[in-house]
């Protein structure tokens, strides 16, 4: 199976300042397609997971261009610049190149 | 607006069996993949199913292969997960999600105890 890694596991922010995580997978997520399988959600609390990024670095429907998401085959970032307190929750990183389909830990952001 | 609402949760004892039901609506249904995903509680999130859209094909995390199993029924844009033989360590909330887990559902608790 593939292990998709985050670090930090959470991080503390001030408003209106940035914030990045980390997301490192043991295999390759790049397909022969020339698409990357790395996605990235935020389940706010009490709530289910909402997607924020697809195949890598695409902003789903909704969601605020301070999000944006980069990275290579196997190591990928996920930034947010100027947090806002409704970012507040934990983000997850996951690989939907094979099944099974696996997920990060999560990084818990916090607003200091 | 795309709607996955999830129903059959519950509490049961270690060895019983449930069968989970997500109704959709606002998408075809019929031309999307679905899976299940759960979240113990206080704990991350575990992809345990797959569907293609016209049942052709069946995927199983090892943790719930010959235990669970997923299903769609086309006609009344409804998705299921039958469980048998539960566990204690499949107590957790029972997510159904679309296609390239695009949209969840509010999810269902399951909590298998004696």
């Known amino acids: 199976d593939i292990v998709m890694t985050q670090a930090p596991l959470s991080v503390s922010v001030t408003p209106g300042e940035s914030a990045s995580i980390s997301c490192r997978s043991s295999?390759?997520?790049?397909?022969?397609?020339?698409?990357?399988?790395v996605y990235w959600y935020l389940q706010k609390p009490g709530k289910s997971p909402q997607l924020l990024i697809y195949?890598?670095?695409n902003l789903a429907s909704g969601v605020p261009d301070r999000f944006s998401g980069s990275g290579s085959e196997t190591d990928f970032t996920l930034k947010i610049s100027r947090v806002e307190a409704e970012d507040v929750g934990i983000y997850y990183c996951?690989?939907?190149?094979?099944?099974?389909?696996?997920f990060g830990a999560g990084t818990k952001l916090e607003l200091k | 607006e795309v709607q996955l609402v999830e129903s059959g949760g519950g509490l049961v004892k270690p060895g019983s069996s449930l069968k989970l039901s997500c109704v959709a609506s606002?998408?075809?249904?019929?031309?999307?993949?679905m899976h299940w995903i759960r979240q113990a509680p206080k704990k991350g999130l575990e992809w345990i199913a797959l569907?293609?859209?016209?049942?052709?094909?069946?995927y199983y995390a090892d943790s719930v292969k010959g235990r669970f199993t997923i299903s769609r029924d086309n006609s009344k844009n409804t998705l299921y997960l039958e469980m048998n033989s539960l566990r204690s360590e499949d107590t957790a909330m029972y997510y159904c999600?679309?296609?390239?887990?695009?949209?969840w559902g509010q999810g269902v608790m399951v909590t298998v105890s004696s």
């Open positions: 996951g690989q939907l190149l094979e099944n099974p389909y696996t």
């Open positions: 606002g998408f075809t249904f019929s031309s999307y993949g």
């Open positions: 295999k390759s997520l790049l397909h022969s397609n020339g698409i990357t399988y």
């Open positions: 569907i293609y859209y016209d049942s052709s094909n069946k």
């Open positions: 195949r890598m670095s």
């Open positions: 999600a679309k296609g390239s887990l695009g949209y």
